[in-house]
């Protein structure tokens, strides 16, 4: 397992004063232990390789102390034989495992699964094709949601609302054309957290004349009016 360091939280990736002392006591590159506000923004912290082992032995011996105020350091393991990449949201990061050449031949031969792994790891933009997505895509969600627009709306800044909802809940966006725009999940606590988001999107509601819940186990039912009432 190699052994890495992300940022789980929605700050700079930055080191303490300590954190910083402590690791200049181990390696021969130094950080300037001045103006610790400015470490993540100025650079310093971000030209690090994040399996630097002197980064992870300053992690794992100050632990919540090796961090700045607001920053969250968390050493995560990379499974031997794959490669990665880090994502990042407003400072706070995951890791995406990228598959091994074994894996790319299995996806490879199998299309549906191909698309899918696509749009989990958010390889490539996959919103676009739709004519060609949808279907393998759409088969794969236990909940989707269908909303329908009024010919007023400006469907460029209604999808990009919707898609800052799937991002920050997990969900994903399956098919937009014309005024109607479909996003689905997997998982249910992803799908309703999206819903409860919904709900509350002011700038959504306005323009909002349908939207669809639905589920493979219950099947189509209208949310509009549940969704239009005042939270």
């Not at 490539?124 to 004519?131: F, G, I, N, Q, V």
Request: one cysteine or more; proline letters at 6%; charged letters at 30%.
């Amino acid at each position: 397992m190699k052994q890495i360091v992300i940022n789980e939280s929605y700050s700079p990736f930055a080191l303490s004063e300590e954190g910083a002392k402590f690791y200049n006591n181990l390696s021969p590159v130094k950080l300037p232990t001045k103006a610790p506000r400015a470490w993540g923004v100025n650079g310093i912290i971000y030209c690090f390789d994040r399996d630097d082992p002197n980064l992870i032995k300053t992690i794992i011996s100050l632990k919540e102390k090796a961090a700045a105020p607001h920053c969250k350091l968390k050493i995560e393991e990379v499974p031997d034989g794959y490669s990665y990449r880090i994502e990042d949201y407003d400072g706070y990061e995951r890791v995406v495992l990228l598959p091994r050449e074994d894996e790319i031949r299995k996806l490879c031969a199998d299309p549906d699964a191909l698309i899918e792994y696509l749009r989990r790891s958010e390889c490539c933009d996959l919103e676009e094709a739709t004519e060609i997505l949808v279907p393998p895509v759409r088969k794969a969600m236990d909940y989707t949601m269908e909303l329908t627009f009024s010919p007023e709306a400006n469907m460029e800044e209604m999808l990009s609302y919707i898609r800052e909802i799937c991002h920050e809940r997990g969900c994903g966006i399956l098919k937009h054309e014309g005024n109607t725009i479909i996003y689905g999940a997997e998982s249910f606590e992803q799908y309703t957290a999206a819903y409860i988001s919904l709900c509350y999107a002011v700038e959504i509601k306005p323009y909002l004349v349908g939207a669809i819940w639905y589920d493979k186990k219950e099947g189509a039912e209208s949310c509009l009016e549940n969704i239009l009432k005042e939270v």
